[in-house]
């Protein structure tokens, strides 16, 4: 999708597929909270301006970034019928080593759930050096990731909404 120095909410919206059918699920991380809300507010006007239906989008919040892996497991359990989720999160890095094992916990949490679950996983955590650098990633300067991570969310429903339907 994006490169770096690119805006993240920039994209073709011609390769989207209409989002009207899907039922989305988002797991929002309430730490750094003005930042994830940014994430999720890109996310779900990017779902809503492709058809979306807001009554098929769900979100659940959970206190930290290192969370996200049990929400979206519970959530993904809880619903039948959701075709995708995104966690959302946000990680700035601070004077201890804490920030290497929470970006490195939770990147690999939502690629084993991606391995476990049969509904795609987005991951949409930031996991930036600085405030400002979260802030320019929300809604800022380089736009918002929660955007690029709800378009990325669309395209994987759609692959798994086709993957059913496949025939080799």
Partial sequence: MATAGNNLSEYDAENVPNAKTFKLGLVVSE???????????GAFDAFMSHGAIKENIVRWNVPGSFELIYGAKKMAE??????VIIVIGSVIEGETK???????GVSNGVAQLNVELDIPVVFCVLTDQNKQQSIDRSGGKHGN??????????KMAQLRQDAKFYKP
């Fill in 31 to 41: 730490w750094n909270a003005d930042i994830t809300q940014n994430l999720f507010q």
């Fill in 78 to 83: 809880s619903f039948d019928m959701l075709d």
């Fill in 98 to 104: 804490h920030f290497d094992f929470v970006c490195q």
């Fill in 145 to 154: 990731k929660g955007t690029e991570a709800a378009i990325a969310a669309i």
